[in-house]
């Protein structure tokens, strides 16, 4: 009963991967290269965590705004690091009203820079701070290789930016806005994440440090997927953020920036999804139930619209897909499309006085009696599945983590079973970029708050100074 | 009582209106020529403002898409009437990744080709159709005279694009849309509006008709508002959008495109505003109550904190203004900033069990019993608010139109009292081209459903075909 539109996810991982993009209709390839379509399944699943992430965003104090597209080089400039990391994936505008520009500008690969330089117009007290302030927007950046969601030149983000009174205050923004994300991720999108620190090699370029939220895919494959930067006074003092301190005197201010992007939805499809297409964690699926009457008996389409009516009341997200297509064939799309329940009502069934109910998770189909309070049978039924796929997606993660004390190890766990690799590191470059040799093993994050595994550098055998997850990264 | 950093009306209206812009924290200029930051007051109408459009064009059965923010040049020149139009104006990327792209990108200005060419890959039947998709985006537009919300190179806008089996069903669509920006003015944002179509000469470039939204501003002058759409099959039969009928033969569908911007924020302003500051309609305001303490009592603040509760358990959007500042410093910034209804909580007024309710339109002074209806009171003076602030723009709309026979006539209304003019036209362009020499006056839209005011064109004399209303434009 496998959907022939995709290749078996144990075959060809990559190749599933994009046949479950296009049989779930989330994102077409366009005529714009590296630039993919949004489509309305795949732009919708956006919508509902952009309107999660806003709300917590909001509870916790911050304002959205919109900073210009298109930024100018000299304002780039201003703060080395950034530039010079961004520079060879900009994407330039030369040409403006049929004039050559006297300045060139790039299409923004992030906002640092405006934000920073508006700041510095808005601060001049302790009474103007802190700016909590966020924008949801679309970036560019130049990639070679891209994929859908994972990887393409334009993409969607929300970039939150923020500048404070204290170097402390600034951290502990840092730290919450990351836990934000780790919430988001274990309680709404039902992927189990590592969170901690970047080496400086793989820190944002431009950031005292960069914390990440790393999760892993069901081929053992890392995915980084959000980050929250400590800025210090870098920015502040590349654009002259200045304010008059409690002592009254000229201080630089100290700043974070944290984001997320439309790379979730190809988190939630390489953690979560099977060779049926798309699994939704109830919680983030735009559609959370679909009724499908079988037959055309009148009492069936009274039963579903008496469902779907008591379901959307009480907040549920349901449907009833009266149109004229074989039962078989609406199973085969909905499942497709990753709806977590669907309730079936068939003339059969009713004789009987019951209803069916089908899990799109494990699949499975539970008779309940068509009396039955369908909102709590429907709440119920979708806790679990929510329940389900992140436990399903933790025992893996606990599967495909390992501990590794040699190079040897290290090298034969990413050559047959990939995953989360946990060793030691003694803080060296050049220790990371020999771990890169094999496929690219790449630090993940430092751990911070486990013990140590052992007190020598997985690489180097000298002392080791961090407890370090690495893994092969998309 | 006026607000000082605010200039007077009357006396400047281009200066007045940056310096609510400016007041009220809605959006302030960038370092980026010809673009403005919207800052956290003004992105929250935008915000408030798609929610409500959002809500509607979903119930129209609307779906969310995402295309890319580049349009290779070839793709832009396959319909050769849109190209023209928007070449001019045209933000091109010809370096990316470090090298000079093979083919140039525009950084769109609308989003027709795109779409089009994405739906000649999507529809095969009739079956397919329709399809009805919208998207929230930022374009862009090289003007060179720029002022906040009217007129920036970059704005955020939403753009709907339709495709449909038959001609009649696109109309429909057309209009239908038309409406649904006609109700968004009038009921929300408190803006009477004339609707019709535009003339050969001011429709869209590649449309086969462009029906407008047309409002009027304090100063008369008129403000193209939003605007809806029929192509016909022009774009079908460029980009090959062709669908097997229900006769089985080939044929290209129909379509229609409808947008709306943030220029409706620069409506608001110039539509409701006054000397001291921007005035919202409350079903547009993002914070519909404030509720100012005045003393330190803490019966003051017990109630403050109650009335705040059950307003906000009703859906109303209200706060408690805590913080450490003079009640009159207070009342003016809440004032500048457009929250429609100031509850004012004192000592004195409480000895007389009484509370003060302050509305913005007017800014009357009411006194009610403490122990009121607190919800009832707020949601009868909003009520009110949004009724006047209609009312009075409706009231002044109709002074400021009049009927005009003769050139003399229109001359001398734009020269001292500019609004809308309706005059016969006889359809020929030269008579529009002569209409523009007075201070630029267009035709704003035709008026099909009113009765001709005379038989003769405004210009030439010659035999008129139809009402149009003209205007001078921001």
Same mark, same amino acid.
């Given at each position: 009963?496998?959907?022939?539109?995709?290749?078996?996810?144990?075959?060809?991982?990559?190749?599933?991967?994009?046949?479950?993009?296009?049989?779930?209709?989330?994102?077409?390839?366009?005529?714009?290269?590296?630039?993919?379509?949004?489509?309305?399944?795949?732009?919708?699943?956006?919508?509902?965590?952009?309107?999660?992430?806003?709300?917590?965003?909001?509870?916790?104090?911050?304002?959205?705004?919109?900073?210009?597209?298109?930024?100018?080089?000299?304002?780039?400039?201003?703060?080395?690091?950034?530039?010079? +990391?961004?520079?060879?994936?900009?994407?330039?505008?030369?040409? +403006? +009203?049929?004039?050559?520009?006297?300045?060139?500008?790039?299409?923004?690969?992030?906002?640092?820079?405006?934000?920073?330089?508006?700041?510095?117009? #808005?601060?001049?007290?302790?009474?103007?701070?802190?700016?909590?302030?966020?924008?949801?927007?679309?970036?560019?950046?130049?990639?070679?290789?891209?994929?859908?969601?994972?990887?393409?030149?334009?993409?969607?983000?929300?970039?939150?930016?923020?500048?404070?009174?204290?170097?402390?205050?600034?951290?502990?923004?840092?730290?919450?806005?990351?836990?934000?994300?780790?919430?988001?991720?274990?309680?709404?999108?039902?992927?189990?994440?590592?969170?901690?620190?970047?080496?400086?090699?793989?820190?944002?370029?431009?950031?005292?440090?960069?914390?990440?939220?790393?999760?892993?895919?069901?081929?053992?494959?890392?995915?980084?997927?959000?980050?929250?930067?400590?800025? +210090?006074?870098?920015?502040?003092?590349?654009?002259?953020?200045?304010?008059?301190?409690?002592?009254?005197?000229?201080?630089?201010?100290?700043?974070?920036?944290?984001?997320?992007?439309?790379?979730?939805?190809?988190?939630?499809?390489?953690?979560?999804?099977?060779?049926?297409?798309?699994?939704?964690?109830?919680?983030?699926?735009?559609?959370?139930?679909?009724?499908?009457?079988?037959?055309?008996?009148?009492?069936?389409?009274?039963?579903?619209?008496?469902?779907?009516?008591?379901?959307?009341?009480?907040?549920?997200?349901?449907?009833?897909?009266?149109?004229?297509?074989?039962?078989?064939?609406?199973?085969?799309?909905?499942?497709?499309?990753?709806?977590?329940?669907?309730?079936?009502?068939?003339?059969?069934?009713?004789?009987?006085?019951?209803?069916?109910?089908?899990?799109?998770?494990?699949?499975?189909?539970?008779?309940?009696?068509?009396?039955?309070?369908?909102?709590?049978?429907?709440?119920?039924?979708?806790?679990?599945?929510?329940?389900?796929?992140?436990?399903?997606?933790?025992?893996?993660?606990?599967?495909?983590?390992?501990?590794?004390?040699?190079?040897?190890?290290?090298?034969?766990?990413?050559?047959?079973?990939?995953?989360?690799? #946990?060793?030691?590191?003694?803080?060296?470059?050049?220790?990371?970029?020999?771990?890169?040799?094999?496929?690219?093993?790449?630090?993940?994050?430092?751990?911070?708050?486990?013990?140590?595994?052992?007190?020598?550098?997985?690489?180097?055998?000298?002392?080791?100074?961090?407890?370090?997850?690495?893994?092969?990264?998309?």
């Amino acid at each position: 009963m496998k959907n022939k539109a995709i290749t078996s996810r144990d075959e060809d991982f990559a190749k599933w991967y994009t046949d479950v993009v296009k049989a779930a209709k989330l994102a077409d390839y366009s005529n714009v290269k590296g630039c993919v379509i949004l489509e309305p399944n795949g732009y919708a699943i956006w919508e509902k965590m952009q309107a999660e992430l806003d709300k917590k965003f909001k509870l916790l104090g911050h304002q959205n705004v919109y900073m210009p597209v298109l930024i100018p080089e000299s304002l780039l400039k201003k703060e080395g690091e950034l530039i010079a +990391g961004f520079a060879p994936e900009g994407a330039w505008v030369t040409i +403006g +009203g049929n004039k050559p520009l006297e300045e060139r500008m790039m299409i923004r690969p992030t906002s640092e820079t405006l934000f920073s330089d508006y700041y510095a117009s #808005k601060v001049s007290s302790y009474r103007d701070l802190p700016l909590l302030y966020n924008q949801w927007c679309n970036v560019m950046r130049w990639e070679k290789e891209t994929r859908p969601f994972l990887r393409t030149r334009e993409f969607l983000w929300q970039e939150g930016h923020t500048v404070h009174e204290t170097a402390k205050e600034a951290e502990e923004e840092t730290l919450q806005m990351l836990n934000v994300y780790r919430h988001f991720f274990e309680d709404i999108l039902a992927i189990p994440v590592i969170t901690g620190k970047k080496t400086e090699k793989e820190k944002f370029a431009g950031a005292e440090y960069t914390c990440t939220v790393e999760a892993l895919m069901y081929n053992g494959v890392s995915l980084q997927s959000a980050t929250s930067h400590y800025f +210090g006074q870098k920015f502040s003092k590349a654009y002259g953020i200045q304010f008059l301190n409690r002592e009254n005197k000229l201080e630089n201010a100290y700043q974070t920036s944290w984001g997320c992007t439309t790379r979730m939805i190809g988190a939630l499809i390489m953690v979560h999804s099977d060779d049926n297409g798309l699994v939704l964690p109830p919680r983030i699926a735009p559609r959370q139930v679909v009724i499908v009457p079988i037959g055309t008996d009148e009492e069936v389409f009274t039963l579903a619209d008496q469902y779907n009516k008591k379901l959307i009341a009480n907040g549920i997200s349901s449907f009833v897909d009266k149109t004229e297509r074989s039962p078989g064939f609406k199973f085969a799309e909905h499942e497709v499309n990753g709806i977590p329940v669907r309730i079936e009502i068939g003339v059969r069934d009713l004789a009987e006085n019951m209803i069916t109910l089908a899990r799109r998770d494990t699949r499975e189909k539970i008779k309940v009696s068509k009396d039955c309070d369908i909102v709590e049978e429907v709440s119920h039924l979708m806790s679990a599945i929510q329940q389900n796929l992140f436990e399903s997606a933790k025992k893996r993660n606990d599967e495909k983590t390992f501990n590794a004390f040699t190079l040897e190890e290290v090298e034969k766990i990413m050559n047959t079973q990939p995953g989360f690799v #946990k060793a030691m590191w003694c803080g060296d470059e050049a220790c990371e970029l020999k771990m890169k040799e094999i496929r690219g093993t790449k630090s993940r994050c430092i751990l911070e708050n486990e013990p140590a595994i052992s007190n020598k550098c997985v690489c180097c055998g000298k002392e080791a100074k961090h407890l370090v997850v690495w893994g092969i990264q998309y």
